[in-house]
């Protein structure tokens, strides 16, 4: 059975969820208040829609409540975006991810009810900052304002040690959780491993702890 998914905003974040739920063969209906982004999305979303979703009475006739997930992805409107997602709890949907501009917004959507606040641009500020500072830094993914996971990619100072050897926990309070090599995940690698140059190794632990990581390892 197809996971059913709403998408509301269909600017460059909302445009990209729906184009990617599509083509892992979700069904999705994606929402606006603009008729031109509505006619852009009418033949890639399974059903496309021009409405003000801050009108209760207008989600209501849409049915979407009974859809298992809503995504929040208004863009500079920050009360269209809190209203729609007071309106979306009042009908009782049941998970609401939303969009937030800043960290103002963000506390007030975590107050009334959103289920997962997203940063899209401060989050991708991050992972490009992290991946300038470093070559070896593939990817970086905030997981709470403290912690995050990253993946790094094992230069000289690493290759050839063991994961024992190195005593990265001990040393930098952080964990390898996995090995990316040759395509393959190793998860929870053993602790007489071996790194190879150029494997990929995913670490987590606290921003702090990375941040000193990287600086004396991998620069």
Do not use: C
Request: glycine fraction near 6%; aromatic fraction near 4%; hydrophobic fraction near 45%.
């Amino acid at each position: 059975m197809k996971k059913e998914f709403v998408v509301i905003g269909l600017g460059r974040f909302g445009g990209s969820i729906v184009r990617e739920l599509i083509e892992q063969d979700a069904d999705v209906m994606a929402i606006d208040k603009d008729t031109e982004r509505v006619d852009e999305y009418a033949s890639i979303a399974t059903q496309a829609v021009v409405a003000d979703t801050t009108d209760e009475a207008v989600l209501r006739s849409l049915g979407i409540r009974n859809f298992e997930h809503v995504i929040v992805a208004i863009g500079e409107n920050i009360q269209a975006s809190i209203l729609t997602t007071l309106m979306l709890k009042e009908i009782g949907v049941k998970k609401i991810t939303v969009k937030a501009q800043n960290d103002y917004h963000a506390k007030v959507l975590s107050k009334i009810g959103a289920d997962q606040v997203v940063h899209p641009e401060r989050d991708m500020g991050i992972r490009i900052a992290h991946n300038m500072l470093s070559n070896n830094v593939l990817d970086y993914l905030e997981l709470s304002d403290e912690h995050s996971i990253a993946e790094i990619q094992a230069n000289d100072k690493l290759a050839g040690r063991t994961l024992i050897g190195l005593d990265i926990r001990a040393k930098y309070g952080i964990n390898i959780v996995a090995i990316k090599r040759d395509g393959e995940i190793l998860v929870s690698p053993q602790a007489d491993m071996e790194i190879e140059l150029r494997d990929v190794l995913i670490i987590i632990g606290s921003d702090a702890d990375i941040n000193r990581f990287e600086k004396k390892v991998l620069n």
